[in-house]
Every structure is written in structure tokens, then in C-alpha cells.
């Protein structure tokens, strides 16, 4: 490779990092016979009758673009979902994305310039704060580990400045599994009211609430107007290979945005878009199935972490736990290193999700029941050692 040309790229690309747990990953691949709880994807595949919808449409000769926006009949079918969180969104606000992903980004690039901040509490999904960087914005962190992993209107207040532009909001949470009641959304909404700033609430887990119903913060008077909302099928719809996803805002928002999506996408896949239609009209039953299923495993890995002696807080949402593990005398990286190593069992460290999050890992229970209690035995046998040694 020529010198000179290494020089020939964007400055922020330059200092983007790569993702924690990729890197991670990258090392789990070197093993053979690994249990992971690293991944953050539904071990379904997507439910036949999706399948089989898209592959129709597909035999159809339905194999080309959409509108930008995406094809009217998901649009409407998203908006009538949609109502079961009372959020009431009508075709011209809504954008079919490529994944919630696409989401993201679309959203941090409709509203960054150069020095606006915008608040990521943490720890939270990965490319929040480097995407916010590398649009040249500023990333102000709320650490949310003293409050049960959920933001407070109080420490809200404290960071809002001038330049604030937006708040981040990610619940049911990656990667801690938290969610916010309706009560506790309220009253950040009250906050983000008064102060004028947009909410990014990415919502890809809202199917994957455990206790009781999820609400969106765009639901409460007022709201629509300040948030941007996005969600998509890769979680609860067991989807992660579709790339679908979508975004919805004001009218008006949208309008702007489309035009991001226009000329970077143009449209989400076709098929992907049909197969969802499917999944929204004819799956209730099959995501309440995975939902339950999921729900089990969150008892059982919770119990089981509890158990051993772990300072963990039970995941009331999404598919991940995110256990204390200062006690042990490791960082998360050693831990999460030395785990693999001697005991075959992947974990994600917890300072993917913010540098401050090196107490703590991550593990997904979106793994078989049978692999999840042998790979909690295995995390017993390994602290076990550990507590030996430190003696
Ligand atoms: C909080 C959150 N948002 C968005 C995504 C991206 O999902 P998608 O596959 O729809 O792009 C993920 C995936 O892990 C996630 O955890």
C-alpha cells in the first residue's frame, strides 16, 4: 500500500475505533467448541409464513426499487401496528430503513452540525457515540450505573447546555436489559419539553418488555413533535438478515430526511419490506412464542448469575444482562479473555458500551437453555478459582 494514499482519507474515519465487541469477536473465532452469549441476535430463524411472503412476492417478479419512503402498504401496516403503543403516525412520516441501523444513522445526520452535543447515557449500544463523533458532534455521557441503568430528569438537567441538540434514549436497553416506566419517561419528557431538544428513542426492543406493557416517550402529549422514532424487525421478529427497519418523525422532519435516505439508500429491500408486511399482520403469535421463550431464559440466566454470588440487576427487557464483576479482581477484558480461555465461554467486556463499563459484562441469553446452564456452571467454576486465588 502507498504511503501518500493512507493519507487519503476522512480524518474522522481516521479516528474512528472499531467496535469493542467485533474485536472481541474477532478473538472468539481463533476457538473452537465456544458457548457464546455474545451475540446480540435471536438464535429463531424468521417464522415461515414470512418467508414464504417474501419468496411470493419475489416468484411475482415484485424485485424492484420502492419509493424512497418504502411501499405504501408497509407504511400503512407500520402506522396500524404502531397505535398498540398509541402512537399514531400516518404514511408521509414514516421511512422504511435499512434496519434500525440505518436509522441512527439517518437521524444523528438530519440534525448534527459541527459542536452540537448530544447526550448518550451510558452504557448503551455501540455506535452511538462514535457515529455522533464522526458527524462532529460531542457525545455528553449520563452514567446510568448508580440508577439502575435509567436516566433521571436530575441528572438530564445537569447536562443539558446550549448546544444541546439531543438526548438518546435506548429501552428496553442494550446492554443492560433495563426499562423505563411510564412514569419515569414522563418525566424526562417534561425535561426535554422544556428545554426543546429532539429525542433519538431508538425502540428495536419494544416487543422484548418482560414486565408488563412498553411505552414509548413519543406517545405523550407533545412528544410526536420532538422525537425522532425508530424500530425495526431484526430482534423481535427474528429478522436480523432482512435489514429492515424504519423511522418515523414530524411530517415535516421527514420530508428533510428523505432526502438523506434518497440519495445514500434509496430504498430498503423490496422483499424485505413485503416479508414484514407478513410479519406485523399474521405473526402475533409467533413473536409472543420467542418473547416467551426469551423471558425464560432471562429467569434462568439471572438466577443463575444471582446464584453464584454475582452483584446483577434482573433485565426486565431485550435479550442481554449485564453483571457487576469489580468483585473479582479483573477488568472486563481480562475477565472476558481469561473466561474464554480457560473455560470456552464468550462474553462481551463491558467497556464496549462506554469506557467507563469496565466493571461489568455482557452477556446475550439468546442462546440455547441447555448451553445457558452449562455456561453458567462454567462462570461458576472459573470465579470459583478466582475467589481461591485471591485468598
Ligand atoms: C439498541 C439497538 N438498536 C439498533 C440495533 C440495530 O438493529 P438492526 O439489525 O435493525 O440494524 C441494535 C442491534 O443490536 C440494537 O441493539
Known sequence: MNNEMKDKISNNLKKLKPSGIRRFFDL???????????????DF???WSIIDSAYYHMKKGHTHYTSNYGLLEFRLEVANYLKKYNLQYNEKEIIATVGGSEGIDLALRAIINPGD??????PVYVPYRPMVEFM?????????????????PEELEKKITSKTKAIILCYPNNPTGAIMSKEELEAI?????????WVI???????????????????FEGMKEQTIYLNGFSKAFAMTGWRIGYL?????????????????????????QYGAIEGLRNCNKEVKKMKDSFSRRRRLIYH????????????????????NIEKYGLSDEDFAIKLLEEENVAVVPGSAFGDKFKGYIRCSYATEIELIKEAIDRIERFVKKLELKSI
Do not use: R
Not at 452535543?117 to 451510558?122: G, L
Not at 431508538?202 to 418482560?210: G, P, Q, R, T
Open 304 to 323: 443463575g448469575f444471582k446464584d453464584i454470588g454475582f452483584d446483577v440487576i434482573e433485565p426486565k427487557g431485550a435479550m442481554y444482562i449485564f453483571p
Open 248 to 272: 418515523c418523525g414530524p411530517e415535516w422532519l421527514v420530508t428533510q430526511i428523505i432526502k438523506i435516505h434518497q440519495y445514500a439508500i434509496l430504498c430498503a429491500p423490496i422483499f424485505s
Open 136 to 152: 462532529n458532534g460531542v457525545a455528553v455521557e449520563i452514567d446510568t450505573s448508580k440508577t439502575n441503568f435509567k436516566i433521571t
Open 189 to 197: 419528557a417534561k425535561v426535554i419539553k422544556k428545554h426543546q431538544i
Open 28 to 42: 472468539v473465532q481463533t476457538k473452537k467448541d465456544v458457548i457464546s452469549l455474545g451475540v446480540g441476535e435471536p
Open 45 to 47: 430463524i424468521t417464522p
Open 201 to 219: 428513542s431508538d425502540e428495536i426492543y419494544s416487543e422484548l418488555s418482560y414486565d408488563g406493557e412498553h411505552f414509548s416517550i413519543a406517545s
Open 117 to 122: 452535543e448530544i447526550i448518550v447515557p451510558e
